[in-house]
C-alpha cells in the first residue's frame, strides 16, 4: 500500500510539474499565456546541444567556443538547406561591396557553431523582453510597417 501511495505521489508531482511548463501552456493555454511565461522565466535556456551545457557547465563559461559542424549532419544539411531554398541569384552583383560578382549558385562548405554563453545571456534578456511586450500588445513599431499588434 505505501509503495502505491509513493507511486501515486510520484505521478502527482510529475503532474504538477508538467501543468507548469512552458510546453504545457503552449498547448493549452494559449499564445499570450506561453509568451509571458517564457518572459518571466528566471533560467536561461542555454542551447541542449551545447557542450558547456551537456557538460553541466555553461555558468562557469565566459568564453566563446567555435566547433566546426560535420558535414553529414543533420544540423549542417538543415543549414544548407535553409541557405539554398533562400538563395536569390538575381540578388548578387548589387551593391558596392559585390562589383563584379555573378555567381549563379552557392555551395556550403563549412558551418561552425559558435557558443557565446555571454552574448546568449544578453540575447536571452532581450528575448524575455520582446515576449512580455507582446504578451500584452505592447509591440515596438517596426520602420517601414504600417500595422501594429492587431494587424490596423
Not at 538543415?78 to 549558385?105: F, N, P, Y
Amino acid at each position: 500500500m505505501e509503495q502505491m501511495q509513493g507511486s501515486i505521489e510520484a505521478l502527482l508531482d510529475q503532474e504538477k510539474q508538467d501543468a507548469g511548463s512552458v510546453e504545457h501552456i503552449k498547448k493549452t493555454a494559449g499564445t499570450k499565456a506561453f509568451l509571458r511565461r517564457l518572459g518571466t522565466e528566471e533560467t536561461v535556456r542555454y542551447p541542449g546541444y551545447w557542450n558547456c551545457v551537456q557538460k553541466g557547465t555553461v555558468g562557469m563559461k565566459t568564453g566563446v567556443k567555435r566547433k566546426q559542424i560535420d558535414p553529414q549532419s543533420s544540423a549542417f544539411k538543415e543549414i544548407d538547406s535553409l541557405i539554398q531554398r533562400t538563395w536569390e541569384a538575381d540578388k548578387v552583383g548589387h551593391g558596392q561591396d559585390a562589383v563584379g560578382l555573378h555567381h549563379s549558385r552557392i555551395v556550403v562548405k563549412k558551418v561552425w557553431s559558435v557558443e557565446n554563453p555571454v552574448l546568449f545571456r544578453k540575447f536571452d534578456a532581450k528575448k524575455k523582453e520582446v515576449c512580455l511586450h507582446a504578451a500584452d500588445d505592447r509591440c515596438p513599431p517596426v520602420k517601414g510597417l504600417r500595422t501594429d499588434c492587431h494587424g490596423t
